[in-house]
């Protein structure tokens, strides 16, 4: 691998002679394979690599991945831990560093890395956090340092990761969100179900005016109580025990009017399930569940599609 590795970095994939596909399928393999080692993480490492994978051309005249080439596409914790210590240590760029997450988090979906390895689960979770935290659109360059310092003290230890801790931090640090509401409502519709997306920093005006350009990151869904008996998972943290609102109301008594009829659970990868007491969900049943969600992060400000959504108590 290292005396072909240099002539990979250097060598045009689109120079390569096409003698059936294998040249040109080993350089795009080599490129990637340096990608998941963290010896490339330029924007312009190979658009063609990424695109021979997700495409799913694998399969056409160049035939599926080997077991061997498979395994150099895979991650484990200790090359994310060496990724951090990098960036830790200034020897990474951060938006680089968020490239690389980013690209490998499309490799391991693409060709299902997590079913594959002892540790898929905990590896896609923490790509997934990575590839928020160190993007400016929902983090300062300070908080990122900051939650990958406690994600590697999670990782490199095979902790749990941290994925309700940061994302809560990174909210309240963020102290203004922009939400909206996905998907299309049309009037005569009963709702049961919605999902309700942070939107980027740098497009919140516009998103704004049109909601179905929202970000990728949805950290609140609502559903209705009828709908969640019927879908809940089976897991501890989904139990009744485990509902944030009386917490909440402990801290802030004055919640409770206004929290009235809602449940808020946070799943293991810190996303709050927000179970409103009704059979159809209503502007007021989002406004009241993004008023949860805001009082459960302690955020500053929030607004749905551009509304301030803001309690009785404050003074606008």
């Given amino acids: 691998m290292s005396s072909d590795s240099s002539s990979s970095e250097t060598a045009p994939v689109g120079d390569l002679p096409d003698h059936g596909g294998r040249p040109i399928r080993q350089a795009r393999w080599l490129q990637l394979a340096l990608l998941v080692q963290g010896k490339k993480s330029r924007l312009g490492f190979d658009a063609a690599g990424l695109e021979w994978i997700t495409g799913h051309r694998l399969a056409d005249h160049e035939g599926p991945l080997s077991a061997a080439e498979m395994a150099s596409l895979s991650l484990d914790i200790d090359q994310i831990c060496t990724q951090l210590n990098h960036y830790l240590g200034g020897q ?15 490799i391991s979906v693409t060709l299902l890395m997590a079913k594959e390895q002892p540790e898929g689960q905990k590896i896609d979770s923490a790509l997934g956090l990575l590839s928020l935290i160190l993007d400016d659109d929902f983090a300062s360059p300070d908080s990122s340092v900051r939650l990958c310092r406690l994600l590697l003290d999670r990782l490199q230890f095979r902790r749990t990761v941290p994925c309700r801790r940061v994302i809560s931090e990174m909210l309240r640090e963020l102290g203004v969100a922009h939400l909206t509401e996905l998907g299309s409502r049309s009037a005569p519709q009963v709702t049961r179900w919605a999902d309700i997306a942070l939107l980027p920093r740098q497009q919140n005006s516009e998103a704004a005016r049109h909601p179905g350009q929202a970000g990728w990151f949805q950290p609140l869904s609502i559903s209705t109580a009828r709908l969640w008996n019927q879908i809940a998972p089976d897991d501890h943290w989904a139990s009744p025990e485990n509902d944030r609102v009386p ?33 159809d969900i209503r502007s007021r049943d989002l406004r009241k569940a993004v008023a949860g969600f805001r009082a459960l992060h302690q955020l500053n400000r929030c607004y749905l599609d551009g509304i301030p959504v803001h309690s009785r108590k404050e003074a606008l």
């Avoid at 990474?92 to 499309?106: K, P, Q, T, V």
């Avoid at 009017?257 to 399930?273: M, R, T, V």
């Fill in 92 to 106: 990474l760029d951060r938006s680089h560093f968020h490239i690389w997450a980013c690209n490998m988090i499309e």
């Fill in 247 to 279: 917490a909440m109301i402990g801290r802030e008594p004055w919640l409770e009017s206004e929290l009235e009829g809602l449940k808020i659970f946070l799943d293991p990868g810190g996303l709050a399930e927000a179970v409103v007491d009704t059979d």
